[in-house]
Structures are given as structure tokens and as C-alpha cells.
């Protein structure tokens, strides 16, 4: 059983900056896809970025390409999303997940990103 904690979430004015990390632990993380998603009120979960076990690959939704970055630290068990010139949309819970590609088996609790205008 894999946990996931997620951190960094804050409240920040458009065109900021945040980072988000995400810690797990219960498991061997470097075996791990590992993905972010958030979740706007009214909406869906929905897809923001994924890192492959070794970190060589990652991927992006098309809405956050080329202003977020996702990383991992195997080592430190932990993976990050670097997130800048955020925009009010990017406002919603943003959660971490783990497992194969296609396929979350872990789930974090979340945390809060608000982005104000």
C-alpha cells in the first residue's frame, strides 16, 4: 500500500509561481508512473502531467504545456510540479498519483492551488 502526501498548495496572484511536491511512501516509488491531476468545483478530475519511473518521459496536458513542470526524485521519494505564470483557471485541488501508465492505483488527498486574478 502505496501513501501519497501532497504539500505546496497556497493561494497566489496570477502570473505566480508555485511548487508542489508530493511524498510517498508503504511502497517502491521508483517502480511508479507517477501523475498530477486536479479537479475544479463543478468539474471533473482531470489530467495535468505524468513522469514515467525513471523520469525520462513526461507529459503534459495541452493547457499547461510549456508553464509546468513535473519532476521526480527517486531517491527522495517525492515528485514535484513546478508550476508558473498561473493563471485564475488553474485554479482547483490538485492531487498526486501513482501507478502504471494509464492506471492510478494511489490516490493523495490533495491540495488547494487558488489562483487570483
Known amino acids: 500500500q502505496v501513501q501519497l502526501v501532497e504539500s505546496g498548495g497556497g493561494l497566489v496572484q496570477a502570473g505566480g509561481s508555485l511548487r508542489l511536491s508530493c511524498a510517498a511512501s508503504?511502497?517502491?516509488?521508483?517502480?511508479?508512473?507517477m501523475g498530477w491531476f486536479r479537479q475544479a468545483p463543478g468539474k471533473e478530475r482531470e489530467f495535468v502531467a505524468a513522469i514515467r519511473w525513471s523520469g525520462a518521459s513526461t507529459y503534459y496536458a495541452d493547457s499547461v504545456k510549456g508553464r509546468f513542470t513535473i519532476s521526480r526524485d527517486n531517491a527522495k521519494n517525492t515528485v514535484y510540479l513546478q508550476m508558473n505564470s498561473l493563471k485564475p483557471e488553474d485554479t482547483a485541488i490538485y492531487y498526486c498519483?501513482?501507478?502504471?501508465?494509464?492506471?492510478?492505483?494511489?490516490w493523495g488527498q490533495g491540495t488547494q492551488v487558488t489562483v487570483s486574478s
Open positions: 508503504g511502497g517502491t516509488f521508483s517502480r511508479y508512473t
Open positions: 498519483g501513482a501507478g502504471a501508465w494509464g492506471k492510478i492505483d494511489y
